[in-house]
């Protein structure tokens, strides 16, 4: 089975200061990695991915994360939070192979970026 | 990137009625969509997985009955709460894999109140 941790349920940040909002995930086989948005009554918004290749991913609005192998992490990161950045953050997993396609969620991050 | 609609965004209904959901893919041909469950502050909850003119799949604990899924075209799947209660008032989102099998999509969500 595969799972996904998120060990913060808040995390707080000056403007301007870099965040890290930290993800921890467990599946067979190589995994598919993802990192989707949420504002209050919406949909989540796909900010990033990590399928193959370089372990740094960028993605949307200045985010990126490190897929780390060896630590099963897929942090998220940006150097500079602005206000605007605070939602509601998920990580997700599927497995690379075999007949499951559905993502498998984190329990979401609720970010607050203080002016 | 590939856009997935909602319809309707918020529905209120008396208790006991039935009320549809609606989820289409607008720009793609969706072969597998999925339905999630979103209480707040919580993560997704997947409910069940289906596949153009097919039965859905449906998670452990989900009522088949209870919440009838139909994906009758590569573009469009519905979601129908049958006999509602207030329970069953949450946040319904969709999603849909077309294209490449890693891309998933999600719709904005509909708000279920039931009273």
């Known amino acids: 089975a595969q799972s996904v941790a998120q060990p913060e349920d808040q995390v707080n940040v000056a403007e301007g200061n870099p965040l890290t909002v930290k993800c921890t995930y467990s599946v067979s086989g190589n995994p598919y990695l993802f990192w989707y948005v949420q504002y209050p009554n919406r949909g989540l918004q796909f900010l990033l991915k990590y399928i193959t290749g370089d372990n740094l991913v960028k993605g949307s609005y200045g985010f990126e994360a490190e897929f780390n192998k060896s630590q099963t992490s897929f942090h998220l990161k940006k150097p500079s939070a602005l206000v605007s950045d605070s939602a509601l953050y998920f990580c997700?997993?599927?497995?690379?192979?075999?007949?499951?396609?559905?993502?498998?969620f984190g329990s979401g991050t609720q970010l607050t970026v203080l002016p | 990137g590939a856009v997935v609609s909602q319809h309707p965004s918020r529905v209120i209904c008396k208790s006991g009625t039935s009320v549809k959901i609606e989820c289409r893919s607008l720009d793609f041909q969706a072969t597998t969509m999925f339905w999630y469950r979103q209480f707040p502050k919580q993560s997704l909850m997947l409910m069940a997985t289906s596949n153009e003119g097919s039965k859905a799949t449906y998670e452990q604990g989900v009522e088949k009955d209870k919440f009838l899924i139909n994906h009758a075209s590569l573009t469009l799947s519905t979601l129908t709460v049958t006999s509602a209660h207030p329970e069953d008032s949450s946040f319904y989102i969709c999603s849909a894999i077309g294209g490449a099998i890693y891309e998933q999509y999600f719709g904005p969500g509909t708000r279920l109140t039931v009273t």
């Open positions: 997700a997993v599927r497995a690379g192979s075999g007949s499951a396609r559905q993502l498998t």
